[in-house]
Antibody
Framework: QVQLQESGPRLVKPSETLSLTCTVS????????WSWIRQSAGKGLEWIGR??????NYNPSLKSRVTMSLDTSRNQFSLELSSVTAADTAVYYC???????????????WGPGTPVTVSS | EIVLTQSPGTLSLSPGERATLSCRAS???????LAWYQQKPGQAPRLLIY???NRATGIPERFSGSGSGTDFTLTISRLEPEDSAVYYC??????????FGQGTRVGIK
């Protein structure tokens, strides 16, 4: 049973880079698709991007500011979102999209989420 | 990008009643790759239905999904008090970006 846990700073200053990590247990990070999703009051649920060992896909609306990476030695994957503004204030979730040897599936399971506020 | 529109925005029903939630896509969703999630306050969304009509592990039989193409439905056959939540549809069939509906809030009287 795969389980996920987000971690990272809860307060980020405007124009700086938001950095979050998702730690995976119960499964190899090399074997699955992984995504970041965020939820804000203003925009609802928004998919940020997907990563797997063969590459990544980012939401075009965020692509210029997003970098995702895998750390297979720690069984973690990470999100960096640069040049943040108040509009990036949200709860950030990591989630699995299923085994890498088939097409991506729905988001399951999800981490509990971590709130991030962008403010000076 | 596929836009998903959910209706109604809010539903208020009594225990034991049937809830019918709609999700309409701006274009046909390949392979019925449509999921439904339940979200309660302070919690992450939980997968209920995938592939338009398949219940996820551990989901009660009162939850069912149907539809194809651009029109999908989530039905809760007999509402329980613990079904009070916001329900989202999401498509994962086309090339990214994956998108969500805006949600339907279900309240129990």
């Amino acid at each position: 049973q795969v389980q996920l846990q987000e971690s990272g700073p809860r307060l980020v200053k405007p124009s700086e880079t938001l950095s979050l990590t998702c730690t995976v247990s119960g499964g190899s990070i090399s074997s699955y698709y992984w995504s970041w999703i965020r939820q804000s009051a203003g925009k609802g649920l928004e998919w940020i991007g997907r990563i797997q060992t063969s590459g990544n896909n980012y939401n075009p609306s965020l692509k210029s500011r997003v970098t995702m990476s895998l750390d297979t030695s720690r069984n973690q994957f990470s999100l960096e979102l640069s040049s943040v503004t108040a509009a990036d204030t949200a709860v950030y979730y990591c989630a699995s999209m299923g085994p890498r040897d088939i097409i991506p599936g729905p988001f399951d399971p999800w981490g509990p989420g971590t709130p991030v506020t962008v403010s000076s | 990008e596929i836009v998903l529109t959910q209706s109604p925005g809010t539903l208020s029903l009594s225990p034991g009643e049937r809830a019918t939630l709609s999700c309409r896509a701006s274009q046909s969703i390949r392979s019925s790759s449509l999921a439904w999630y339940q979200q309660k306050p302070g919690q992450a969304p939980r997968l209920l239905i995938y592939g338009a009509s398949n219940r996820a592990t551990g989901i009660p039989e009162r939850f069912s999904g149907s539809g194809s193409g651009t029109d999908f439905t989530l039905t809760i056959s007999r509402l329980e008090p613990e079904d009070s939540a916001v329900y989202y549809c999401q498509q994962y069939g086309s090339s990214p970006p994956y998108t969500f509906g805006q949600g339907t809030r279900v309240g129990i009287k």
